[in-house]
């Protein structure tokens, strides 16, 4: 046998040997995905806020329940509403579930409102759950005289807004052009706080899109003391303790309208969510799903979100959270574009 065949011969029988060896080996243990490092929890908010409250609840219960026990931080990362947030998951984030990141419902539907040119979709990112199911509220300060919906048709009534993607900035503009309301933004506040202090200072007649779980968990005592003015309710049904409060989607006129209102809102079955960054294997995304579900029914958790909230909320898990957004995604054409061109006016016009 030639010298070179032989040298293939050998090598053939030797790597056919090893091939059983190296198929058996194990994979690496799950226990040991996480261990070792820490889990950054970034909130698309700033110090205080709903936002921030929950980001940084789920950050002291989850590393109990990750394969390998790691540290949980959260940190802010406030601007545009959530949107710089995003972005930094969508670009530079890592993609091994070390970051997740917690902001508003408003950035949920920022890719299909937009006029900007933007290189993601929400359904590219890896939803992990979503703290509560809420309703949402506009809200004026007890001395604005601008105190019922019908007053707010009447005359024009300021709301602080935090960015163009955010809720506080679209729902008013939107209310205004299938409701008929006169809500005027001035948007720029970088967060809850900024917009709380806007309010208290007069600088506004009061904030559109404030989420019940959110007001309970940073202005108790504003609800204790009947500090606000509850106008209209968006969501697509009433809260439990706001029976008295209209909802927006019972005021609209037409079916249209109707759907137009479903969609703005329908991200409020997800609110407080928690992604990760898109290209997230799969393994890791069921490890935080798993994690997070967990992290929230844990006791201290319980304890802690009934103290703020009130409640144990109704969380909602990642799985369910994937579904909703590509419902959202595939809303009719229609209805999709008239929602889009509303927002653009209506944010041009602010």
Not at 179 to 198: D, W
């Amino acid at each position: 046998m030639p010298w070179n065949s032989f040298v293939l011969l050998r090598i053939f029988v030797l790597s056919s040997a090893l091939t059983p060896a190296l198929a058996a080996e194990p994979p690496a243990p799950a226990e040991g995905a996480f261990k070792g490092k820490t889990v950054s929890i970034y909130v698309g908010g700033t110090a205080g806020g709903g936002i921030d409250v929950g980001g940084r609840l789920v950050a002291r219960y989850i590393g109990k329940y990750l394969p390998g026990h790691p540290t949980a931080i959260a940190q802010n990362m406030p601007g545009a509403g959530g949107v710089r947030l995003l972005e930094y998951l969508n670009g530079v984030a890592p993609k091994d579930g070390t970051v997740l990141g917690a902001f508003a419902v408003g950035p949920l539907l920022d890719p299909i409102l937009s006029t900007r040119k933007m290189n993601y979709k929400m359904t590219d990112f890896a939803a992990i759950g979503a703290i509560e199911k809420d309703v949402s509220f506009c809200t004026t300060w007890h001395a604005s005289p601008v105190k019922t919906f019908e007053d707010a048709k009447q005359r024009e009534a300021t709301v602080a807004g935090t960015g163009a993607a955010s809720s506080t900035d679209i729902y008013p503009v939107v209310l205004n052009a299938v409701l008929g309301s006169k809500f005027r933004v001035i948007t720029g506040y970088m967060g809850t706080q900024e917009t709380i202090m806007a309010v208290e200072r007069g600088e506004t007649d009061g904030r559109c899109g404030w989420g019940w779980a959110s007001l309970k968990s940073s202005k108790p005592d504003w609800l204790r003391d009947k500090k606000l003015n509850f106008i209209v309710q968006l969501g697509l049904a009433k809260h439990p303790e706001a029976q008295h409060v209209p909802l927006a989607i019972d005021l609209a006129k037409t079916e249209e309208d109707k759907q137009v209102l479903r969609v703005l809102f329908a991200p409020l079955m997800m609110t407080r969510p928690f992604f990760a960054a898109p290209g997230t294997t799969p393994a890791r995304i069921a490890e935080l799903r798993k994690a997070f579900m967990a992290a929230l029914a844990d006791p201290g958790a319980v304890e802690e979100l009934i103290k703020t909230v009130g409640e144990r909320p109704d969380s909602t898990p990642g799985e369910e959270m994937q579904k909703l957004l590509a419902d959202i995604y595939a809303s009719p054409e229609p209805v999709l574009a008239r929602l889009k061109a509303i927002v653009t006016e209506g944010t041009k016009a602010n």
